[in-house]
């Protein structure tokens, strides 16, 4: 079974299909950690190079959400890849 999230649907979605995402090394994966809604939007910018305003079309949304899901998805991202505060500080 996998534990992947559903697709985010949004209601004016136009037809499109969004082709599997290229993998260029072991930090792709990080993406994985996103919501669904935010994945799609830095698939849709980063991997494929996509517009705000493109962007917006294929998912259906106002440009100024696709503003906020990339500002969530920088942010997730930083939360994701930041040193673990758990660790400490190193001993000198």
């Known amino acids: 079974m996998s534990c992947r999230p559903k697709p985010f649907v949004p209601k004016a ?4 299909v969004l082709p599997a995402r290229p993998h260029h090394g072991a930090g792709d994966d990080v993406i994985d950690h996103l919501p669904p809604q935010e994945q799609e939007v830095v698939v849709l910018a980063s991997f494929y190079g996509l517009a705000r ?3 917006a079309g294929v998912i259906g949304a106002s440009v100024q959400v696709v503003d906020t899901l990339m500002s969530q998805a920088v942010e997730h991202l930083r939360r994701v890849l930041a040193p673990s505060s758990a660790q400490g500080p190193q001993a000198a």
């Open 13 to 16: 979605r136009r037809p499109f």
């Open 53 to 55: 305003d493109e962007i």
